[in-house]
């Protein structure tokens, strides 16, 4: 059924969405209890309200797809077909299409997929598993003598016994006797809206959503372009197929708001006559035998149980193009630097009449800063609940048994910072498949069990948050490493018999090194723990990895909570200003010069009896400093597990800043993570502590 519904698409993608990731987790937990009656049906109902959501907005082929995949579904839950390793795999196959299908309509994009292959295999699956005969690629058991005009469909209790003849063509009335066959009962519906209801085209759509939850949209009169523009007296016309009691449908729609009267009738699907012709010849009289005995229905108990949830969840959130939220961003930040600059000017002028106006500025702004950062913030779970099927998808390709363990997923990150861990963890993941866990009689030789066990952790720590990658494989050699690096090239054999364990095992983040014996689909470029390692440091977090050979591996990302509005560090180096990120400070120190100690051309200090390297700012940057003093000031900086004292001339004090991008020529500058506007104007930049180094 086409519909132009484009004012309705984006919430029809989101709930889309949504399904399918309940369809996906089910399948994944149905694949180790294949015996869970609990997690096959919220498989069904999520192809189920799919596969009627799609038809009312007129998505054939998505609907197409999502109705066979309900046909092999039915049958499992009926002892028809046994849950087998193919049956999961053509389902997770039909996953993995519908994701694209969504991903084309929310695009825009005209559709690029083909779904025959699948519906093929899926009615193979019933022909095969479920007995019925059938010629191959029909989902449908061989229709009996006289087949064409598929018998009247028993009226359920407390609707008309005697039946309407309606016609459908082409697509539709495939479609309508595939749903008779698999034992679905036909229905015209007719809904009669109030005669003060100002938004007919609204309640019309309201009503086709509430139907299709329930039900297969056959067909509608008027047409369903007519019916969204409002193009309709009062009522229309739905008729449906649904293998659920008419009355619970009819109830469902007569709590929509302002629908006066709703009519339900069985129905005999019959030739190929236009629907609208035939169902405009027979609604007087439908009407007028359905009412009167259609009212008893009404007096049974409102099934209202599942459909409120969805009210109250229409009330309760309000969906926001995010980059809507990241103006309003953009906004808080600029209303933060002007209320540092009001409260520098309060402090120079000390006007009295000002003080409590400035005070309630200032509380009101942080108030306003920290609801805006929390509308921003999104639980690790919409990251975390897609790496299951990732890694049950690579385990098969490999042979290998894989469980994969969340904790953590309620946590919370930035939105941004969430969306560019994505690809990192991504990396992590496919080495823990394919590098980490050995192949199961590897493991049972070592005594441990033949499955493997990947656990993705995250935990609030302070002001930032680790996500811990971890798996119980075969670990990482330090040796190895080093003699990895020595082979291609990347430090000395003297350097690397001086290297301790620990610095040994970062050597997997430089460029270009793989431990891989041969180059696989999954990995072995020596490409993705530099790419770890890059995208994590430009966020303003870092890496640092554990590993004991023969036990296990773990992988911890420290990341920033927000990459928008941050508390930073000032300081002064020859006569500028810069910002520190203060999550990346551990403390500050004066030194004196005299206990400055140079080993080549690197310059030490001993701290709490730990040797400091020190790092002089101005060097970097090619300034030229006046600290000429007995002592100076260093900023001990964490990177990586590693400590660094960034020598400065003076620290300024902190403050909260708002960061800027930089763009066009200064994008990607070495040493800087951004700019920010001080309060007297001044545009500084933003110390990127991670490349510094």
């Not at 086709?208 to 409002?230: C, F, M, N, Q, R």
């Not at 009738?265 to 009412?291: F, Y």
């Not at 206990?595 to 300034?623: E, Y």
């Amino acid at each position: 059924m086409d519909m132009d519904m484009a004012e309705y698409k984006e919430e029809f993608v989101n709930e889309a969405r949504e399904h399918l990731q309940i369809l996906n987790q089910s399948l994944l937990d149905l694949e180790h209890d294949t015996s869970n009656m609990d997690l096959l049906n919220n498989i069904f109902r999520a192809a189920h309200t799919l596969k009627g959501s799609s038809a009312t907005m007129g998505f054939m082929e998505l609907n197409k797809l999502t109705h066979r995949m309900e046909n092999v579904l039915d049958a499992i839950r009926n002892g028809e077909t046994a849950v087998t390793s193919v049956v999961l795999d053509t389902t997770f196959d039909c996953f993995d299409m519908l994701e694209v299908m969504i991903d084309e309509i929310d695009a825009d994009s005209p559709s690029s997929v083909d779904v025959s292959d699948l519906v093929n295999q899926l009615d193979s699956l019933l022909t095969e598993d479920g007995g019925t005969g059938g010629q191959e690629g029909s989902a449908a058991p061989a229709e009996p003598a006289g087949a064409g005009q598929p018998e009247p469909v028993e009226a359920p209790a407390g609707l008309p016994e005697t039946g309407q003849a309606f016609t459908l063509s082409g697509d539709d009335l495939e479609i309508a006797n595939d749903a008779i066959n698999q034992g679905l009962s036909v229905f015209k519906m007719r809904i009669d809206l109030e005669d003060t209801c100002a938004l007919k085209s609204v309640r019309a759509v309201m009503v086709l959503k509430s139907i299709g939850d329930h039900a297969d949209i056959l067909a509608t009169v008027p047409g369903a372009e007519a019916i969204e523009d409002g193009e309709f007296d009062q009522g229309f016309d739905v008729i449906f197929g649904t293998e659920e009691d008419g009355n619970v449908i009819k109830e469902s729609v007569g709590h929509v708001n302002e629908v006066s009267k709703v009519d339900i009738i069985p129905a005999i699907i019959e030739s190929a006559k236009p629907v609208a012709e035939a169902v405009a010849e027979s609604t007087s009289e439908s009407e007028a035998e359905s009412a009167p005995e259609a009212a008893p229905a009404v007096q049974k108990t409102p099934a209202t149980g599942a459909k409120k949830p969805d009210v109250v969840r229409s009330v309760q959130s309000v969906r926001v193009n995010i980059e809507k939220l990241d103006a309003l961003v953009n906004m808080v930040g600029e209303l933060v630097i002007n209320k540092i600059r009001l409260l520098q000017i309060q402090s120079t002028h000390q006007i009295k009449e000002l003080d409590e106006t400035v005070s309630n500025i200032d509380r009101l702004t942080n108030d306003l800063r920290d609801e805006v950062m929390q509308m921003r913030m999104v639980p690790v779970d919409q990251i975390f609940k897609r790496f299951p099927r990732m890694v049950r998808d690579l385990a098969k390709k490999k042979g290998k048994e894989i469980e994969v363990v969340l904790e953590g997923r309620d946590i919370e990150l930035d939105r941004t910072v969430l969306d560019e861990i994505g690809e990192p963890m991504v990396h992590l993941i496919r080495n823990c498949v394919d590098h980490g866990i050995e192949p199961a009689d590897v493991r049972e030789r070592a005594g441990k069990p033949g499955g493997g066990v990947i656990k993705l952790i995250a935990r609030r720590e302070k002001n930032h948050v680790d996500i811990k990658v971890v798996d119980d494989g075969g670990g990482i050699d330090p040796d190895k490493l080093r003699a990895k690096a020595v082979d291609k090239g990347l430090i000395s054999k003297g350097d690397a018999e001086a290297m301790s364990d620990e610095n040994a095992l970062m050597l997997i983040f430089a460029p270009g090194f793989s431990m891989a014996e041969a180059i696989t689909d999954i990995s072995g470029r020596g490409v993705g723990m530099d790419v770890v390692k890059t995208s994590i440091e430009a966020l303003g977090g870092s890496v640092s990895l554990e590993s004991d050979v023969g036990v296990g591996t773990t992988v911890t990302l420290k990341l920033p909570l927000t990459m928008a509005i941050i508390q930073a560090l000032l300081v002064e180096v020859a006569q500028h200003v810069y910002a520190v990120p203060i999550s990346s400070v551990l403390e500050t120190v004066s030194v004196p010069t005299d206990s400055i100690r140079a080993m080549g051309q690197q310059k030490l200090i001993t701290l709490r009896g730990n040797v400091l390297p020190l790092m002089w700012v101005h060097d970097l940057f090619g300034n030229i400093s006046e600290n000429g003093h007995e002592e100076v000031t260093a900023v001990v900086v964490d990177r990586g597990g590693q400590q660094v004292g960034l020598v400065v001339d003076s620290l300024i004090g902190q403050q909260e800043i708002a960061i800027k991008s930089l763009s066009g020529m200064l994008a990607g500058v070495k040493g800087f993570a951004g700019a920010t506007i001080l309060g007297d104007g001044k545009v500084i930049m933003i110390l990127d502590v991670a490349s510094m180094l």
